[in-house]
T-cell receptor, first 112, second 115 residues
Framework: ETGVTQSPTHLIKTRGQQVTLRCSSQ?????VSWYQQALGQGPQFIFQ???????GRGNFPPRFSGLQFPNYSSELNVNALELDDSALYLC???????????FGPGTRLLVL | SQKIEQNSEALNIQEGKTATLTCNYTNYSPAYLQWYRQDPGRGPVFLLLIRENEKEKRKERLKVTFDTTLKQSLFHITASQPADSATYLC??????????????FGQGTILTVHP
């Protein structure tokens, strides 16, 4: 059984660009959640996908969007990047949408 | 307003002692509360989950208590070791008004265990 994986591990972008981050969920898990973690803070919920549908969303603007694929892997897309988008982006998968979430190693995004 | 707060930003203890971390919340009705460990530059690692109707959970040297009257969870590491040094995060899932398991996190406590 493989754990949650994320790619890339690090990314540098400039303001105004667009970025796509990827996540492969743990085997058998049908729910993926995305979180943003600023330095020195706890993770903040962006949104959750359950069986390819967005199942809930946190307080993030529409330029943060996502997808979940039939194999339950997921993408996070961020358009019109801003400096404050610099953070560690975490993906977590779970067996069902209410169960314990298991996190990947994260993607460190730096926006210059 | 809703808040989840971990009382100490940093906690320093000597090896062998018990570390006690605190998590307080306001204006939530947690279905359950979880504790995670996070090492620098890594994702959080799940440690323990405690449900609203449970008072205490144990796993090896770890113990979690949950007091819904005080709106507080305590996380204990007994016989602490330098390898326990990390950031510890509490997170809850609010039973009120959501149909999905959104985790709301505290800001974390940095634990350092000195040899």
């Amino acid at each position: 059984e493989t754990g949650v994986t994320q790619s890339p591990t690090h990314l540098i972008k400039t303001r105004g660009q667009q970025v796509t981050l990827r996540c492969s969920s743990q085997s058998g898990h049908n729910t993926v959640s995305w979180y943003q973690q600023a330095l020195g803070q706890g993770p903040q919920f962006i949104f959750q996908y359950y069986r390819e549908e967005e199942n809930g969303r946190g307080n993030f603007p529409p330029r943060f969007s996502g997808l979940q694929f039939p194999n339950y892997s997921s993408e996070l897309n961020v358009n019109a990047l801003e400096l404050d988008d610099s953070a560690l982006y975490l993906c977590a998968s779970s067996l069902q949408n209410w169960e314990t979430q298991y996190f990947g190693p994260g993607t460190r995004l730096l926006v210059l | 307003s809703q808040k989840i707060e971990q009382n100490s930003e940093a906690l320093n203890i000597q090896e062998g002692k018990t570390a006690t971390l605190t998590c307080n919340y306001t204006n939530y009705s947690p279905a359950y509360l979880q504790w995670y460990r996070q090492d620098p530059g890594r994702g959080p690692v799940f440690l323990l989950l405690i449900r609203e109707n449970e008072k205490e959970k144990r796993k090896e040297r770890l113990k979690v208590t949950f007091d819904t009257t005080l709106k507080q969870s305590l996380f204990h590491i007994t016989a602490s070791q330098p390898a326990d040094s990390a950031t510890y995060l509490c997170a809850l899932v609010d039973a009120g008004g959501t149909s999905y398991g959104k985790l709301t996190f505290g800001q974390g406590t940095i634990l350092t265990v000195h040899p």
